[in-house]
């Protein structure tokens, strides 16, 4: 949570600001150039959660990385169903897991 929050609640408070000021030409090339650094930092978060995913040789990890990717990149699905499937995962296995080492 606090990895999260907060950025969810700038980025929120942002987004409904974002309107008003979208018209505004400075603000429009700003948004604009940084949009390579995002892209960026989204790349490099991508590749150093996948290549943890790969080195740790789970295979239900590796299957849930590649459904995430096909859903998002050739079926269309919002990426909020896919954070929240993979949610439901996440917790479906460690309520396992727990319960075999009990």
Do not use: H, W
């Amino acid at each position: 949570l606090g990895t999260v929050l907060p950025p969810f609640l700038i980025l929120s408070v942002i987004s409904v600001c974002y309107e008003a000021f979208r018209s505004m030409t400075l603000i429009a090339l700003m948004l604009e150039g940084m949009q390579a650094g995002v892209a960026a930092v989204i790349a490099c978060v991508t590749y150093e959660m996948g290549n943890g995913i790969a080195k740790g040789g789970d295979k239900m990890s590796l299957l849930i990385m590649a459904g995430a990717f096909v859903a998002a990149c050739f079926m269309n699905v919002n990426v909020i169903y896919i954070i929240l499937t993979c949610i439901i995962f996440g917790v479906v296995r460690t309520l396992l897991k727990r319960r075999k080492e009990a």
